[in-house]
Structure formats: C-alpha cells, structure tokens
C-alpha cells in the first residue's frame, strides 16, 4: 500500500499517488513504423520540494515477452500549481524537450504540449496529447502524437503496476 511521505511539499498531494516505481508493458504504432510490444518502468520521486521528478526507461519485446533491445528514455519534472493544474517539463536524449500543460482531476491526469523543442538532427515531432489514469490499483497512460507529418494520433499506451 502506498503512503503518503511525510515530506512531501502540500502542492504535490493531488499528484501524491505517482510516487514510487511503477513497471509493466505496453503497446506502439504509428503510420510510419510497425505495431510493437514493450517494456516500461516509470519512476516519481519527490525531495520535499513542490515538484515531482520523473524517469521513464522502455525496452522493446519480442513475441515471448523478453526484452530485445532499449527503447525510449525520458526524464524531467511534475510540477502541480493551484486549481488543478499541471506543468510537465520533459527531456529526450533523442533531440528534443517538451513543455505540458494540463489538469489534475483525482487519479487522472490529462496533459497537452505547450512547446516542442527539437535539435537540427532530431525526428520530426509536432505536438502531443498524454493521459494517466489509477485504474485497479494500476497507472494507465496513453500518449497520442503528431509526426513525421501524420496528424495527432494514437501512438503508445501501457498498464503498469506499482513495484513495492
């Protein structure tokens, strides 16, 4: 079960229930590559100050569900403010960072980029849409994103479970 820590800064509660590690498996696709299985662990931690941090790691699987080979990396910062909302500061070793605004209702989080920022060598990546939910005890999230000129659309999604 988890607790709440007694450190935790007050404009992290409504985002309190992220904290931990998290570890499971989703699925991709998009227009331009093929479906796929993978990997995913995901961790918040929290140091007392009024912000989450973040690191997400994905491995790819093969059909008997055995890792293949790393996949996406991305790390950053949760950042709760009054009313609800939800600043997400993210970074890709891949090229590019993200800035996410959003809403924070209960165990749900729904999050839109503000701003993509890409280097000269990065794949074309527009815009994004993301949603987390606790569903069954279980953080469920999906991610839609526009690239490589395809519209915004669905890309990943996974269910993972808390790792005690």
Known sequence: MFEIPADLAPECAPVAWLIGSWAGEGVGGYPTIEDFRFAQEVTFGQNGKPFLSYLSRSWLLDADGERVRPLATESGFWRPLPNGLLEVLLSHPTGFSEIWEGTVDGPRIELRTDL???TTTAKEYTS???????VESDLMWAF???????????????RLARVE
């Not at 994004?128 to 606790?134: K, S, V």
């Not at 839609?144 to 996974?158: F, I, N, R, T, V």
């Open 128 to 134: 994004g849409h993301r949603l987390y939910g606790l």
């Open 116 to 118: 993509v920022a890409r």
């Open 144 to 158: 839609d994103m526009a690239a490589m000129g395809e519209p915004l659309q669905p890309h990943l999604s996974a």
